[in-house]
């Protein structure tokens, strides 16, 4: 079907209305209809959109469109000031599944001070990184052990235990941290790792109470 200037602009004018439901349903339409055109709209809108479902049809929408198209435009959005437009641009990516994004997801972007934008960094870096990368990358997520509140660490712990045996060594050397909450952290997800059935809230209970046992590491451990 093609779709005329007239359609392009209401369906771009929908996008701004004031009812959620209007917005979902215009993205809808968008994602039933791709035309390069919608592509920088759609991508401005997921920075401001303050509905998930309508932040959610955004993202399908533009998983519609070639990604030759989408991706180049989603990475430059990586580098915006505003967290939402990094978070969503990062779940996008994830969506899309093109790795041709990889090289974007920066360390800066997996240590984002904000807790939403490094949490889709996590997700996106394990969707699209590399054969062979795996290593490295869970250094790098390692960093992170013991940051946030429970959900935090709850998607760290997911990314990790995603990455199976390449995330070992890493989560072995954070398991011996200085930090106790970095050493429950590694632990948690070391249990993880071995019963993927355990959940996260006992494993990171039963690790704070091996740590709390333990004591600080010494240098002889």
């Given at each position: 079907?093609?779709?005329?200037?007239?359609?392009?602009?209401k369906a771009?004018?929908?996008?701004e209305?004031t009812r959620?439901?209007?917005?979902l349903?215009?993205?809808l339409?968008?994602?039933t209809?791709p035309e390069?055109?919608f592509?920088d709209k759609?991508v401005?809108?997921?920075a401001?959109?303050p509905?998930?479902?309508?932040?959610?049809?955004?993202?399908?929408a533009l998983?519609?469109h070639p990604a030759?198209l989408?991706?180049?435009?989603?990475?430059?959005?990586?580098?915006?000031e505003?967290?939402?437009a990094?978070?969503?641009?990062?779940?996008?990516?994830?969506?899309?599944g093109d790795r041709q994004?990889w090289?974007?997801i920066t360390?800066?972007?997996?240590?984002?001070?904000?807790?939403e934008?490094?949490?889709?960094?996590?997700?996106?870096?394990?969707?699209?990184?590399?054969?062979g990368?795996?290593?490295?990358?869970a250094g790098?997520?390692?960093t992170?052990l013991?940051r946030?509140?429970?959900?935090?660490?709850?998607?760290?712990?997911?990314?990790?235990?995603?990455?199976g045996?390449?995330?070992?060594p890493?989560l072995?050397?954070?398991?011996?941290?200085a930090?106790?909450d970095v050493?429950?952290?590694a632990l948690?997800?070391?249990?993880l790792?071995?019963d993927?059935?355990a959940?996260?809230?006992?494993?990171i209970?039963?690790?704070?109470r091996v740590?709390a046992?333990?004591g600080a590491p010494?240098a002889d451990d």
């Amino acid at each position: 079907m093609t779709t005329t200037k007239a359609d392009t602009a209401k369906a771009l004018q929908a996008l701004e209305d004031t009812r959620p439901q209007a917005r979902l349903q215009a993205a809808l339409a968008i994602g039933t209809a791709p035309e390069p055109p919608f592509i920088d709209k759609l991508v401005e809108r997921c920075a401001t959109e303050p509905d998930f479902f309508v932040r959610d049809m955004l993202t399908w929408a533009l998983t519609r469109h070639p990604a030759s198209l989408t991706v180049p435009r989603l990475i430059r959005e990586l580098r915006s000031e505003r967290a939402q437009a990094r978070s969503q641009a990062l779940h996008t990516l994830s969506k899309i599944g093109d790795r041709q994004g990889w090289p974007a997801i920066t360390r800066a972007l997996l240590s984002d001070p904000d807790d939403e934008v490094a949490r889709s960094a996590w997700r996106t870096a394990v969707v699209l990184v590399p054969e062979g990368e795996e290593p490295a990358l869970a250094g790098v997520l390692a960093t992170q052990l013991g940051r946030g509140k429970r959900e935090t660490q709850l998607s760290l712990g997911q990314a990790l235990v995603a990455l199976g045996d390449a995330a070992v060594p890493a989560l072995r050397a954070a398991a011996s941290a200085a930090r106790p909450d970095v050493r429950a952290h590694a632990l948690a997800v070391q249990r993880l790792l071995r019963d993927p059935d355990a959940g996260f809230a006992s494993a990171i209970e039963e690790a704070k109470r091996v740590v709390a046992l333990t004591g600080a590491p010494t240098a002889d451990d």
